[in-house]
């Protein structure tokens, strides 16, 4: 069977009878005839056989004649915009956008909105959730107006609840209530009223207890809370 560039598999299919075997009696030979002639010119990004990935660089570190390691990636010329992350491919590449403002192929389409004090989106999760212990979040926005809400989630069913809001005084401040009771957190020394871009990243561990705050390049904050395993 051979597929090319994900094409349409091609397969020649022997006559019905007993299967045979491949008796292979000569070494294996890559970029050229068992004879070692008509020599490939060009690179091999990569090479698996049977399921497993062959490490050509380290063959190649071993001083082969005509034979260097490394090739010119699709990735070289950073195709992928707006700090998307490009991975390569055997035949072409792809763009990460996740941690993004932006998605698409090279992640040039904008995906953020522009909000006025008055106006709201709203996401109805419908199915059945489950709370977790183990959130991670993560949000990037920039201030125009000294305080406001950023987010918040509630379930009506169990009541629990978290908000992220910057305060009056510019800072960032999240209150929540995962089934023990309700904490505040207030994020020191920084505030976030000088219309610049910022990057906030908040996730819990530890069975929930430990709420880890992270905004822009600083050390990550970490508040610890005495709960009762449920």
Not at 175 to 193: C, H, N, Q, S
Request: charged share 20%; proline share 3%.
């Amino acid at each position: 069977m051979i597929v090319i560039d994900g094409a349409m598999k091609a397969e020649v299919l022997e006559p019905l009878g007993p299967v045979r075997a491949l008796h292979l009696t000569s070494k294996f030979v890559l970029g050229a005839s068992t004879e070692y002639k008509d020599g490939f010119t060009g690179c091999i990004r990569a090479f698996q056989m049977n399921g497993k990935l062959v490490d050509l660089r380290s063959i190649a570190r071993n001083g082969l004649y005509g034979v260097v390691e490394g090739c010119v990636g699709k990735c070289i010329s950073n195709p992928c915009l707006n700090n998307g992350t490009c991975h390569e491919r055997y035949d072409s590449y792809w763009c990460d956008c996740r941690w993004t403002a932006f998605k698409g192929p090279i992640c040039a389409d904008e995906i953020g909105v522009n909000m006025k004090s008055s106006s709201m989106i709203k996401y109805d999760f419908m199915g059945n959730f489950r709370s977790t212990i183990a959130e991670k979040i993560r949000v990037g926005f920039i201030t125009t107006h000294p305080s406001g809400f950023l987010l918040g989630f509630f379930s009506n069913t169990s009541g629990e609840y978290l908000t992220i809001m910057i305060s009056n005084s510019g800072h960032l401040r999240v209150v929540f209530d995962f089934g023990f009771e309700r904490r505040e957190v207030i994020y020191p020394e920084k505030t976030y009223l000088h219309a610049q871009f910022h990057d906030l990243r908040l996730s819990r561990k530890n069975g929930g207890s430990t709420l880890v705050l992270q905004m822009d390049d600083h050390k990550p904050e970490e508040y610890h809370f005495d709960i009762k395993a449920s």
